[in-house]
């Protein structure tokens, strides 16, 4: 896992080893976050950073850009987890997903991504929004699908 400093000492541009890139998609009032398991934990590893880093208070992650947004309307470039305070808020700007919460949401939010053990298996998917997690999930937020796709190695 590489990390590149990008500006400041509060901000990390954080590239996933082996060009692995996570697809995200969007339209009004739903966030579709797709990964592979690898994806997903090294995502895991990148909250933690901020979570447990006394000067690091944000870290942006690269994603698939040429990812076809359909059924969707939008795809994102970046996705953006910033240290806040109170739940998780997931604002979609321009092209860049950010998530914005206190650790202990950024650290529930990291608990619950499809991180698989063992075999394969098809369709695992989450939902992460304030009717499933309301300590941890602003009400403004999106309804959130977290889905792991099949390695491709």
Do not use: W
């Amino acid at each position: 896992m590489s990390s590149i400093p990008f500006h400041s000492s509060t901000l990390l541009l954080f590239d996933f080893t082996n060009n692995l890139m996570m697809q995200i998609r969007s339209a009004d009032n739903e966030l579709d976050i797709q990964g592979t398991n690898q994806e997903f934990m090294e995502f895991k590893s990148a909250i933690k950073q901020v979570t447990t880093s006394s000067n690091q208070t944000e870290v942006v992650i690269q994603c698939d850009e040429e990812v076809d947004p359909s059924p969707y309307t939008n795809s994102c470039k970046q996705l953006q987890v910033q240290l806040g305070s109170g739940p998780n808020q997931f604002i979609v700007v321009d092209t860049t997903l950010k998530i914005i919460g206190s650790p202990a949401a950024l650290n529930n939010l990291s608990e619950n991504l499809p991180i698989k053990d063992g075999e394969y298996q098809d369709n695992i998917h989450y939902h992460y929004d304030a009717y499933s997690f309301p300590d941890y999930v602003s009400s403004n937020s999106p309804e959130i699908t977290l889905s792991l796709r099949q390695d491709i190695c």
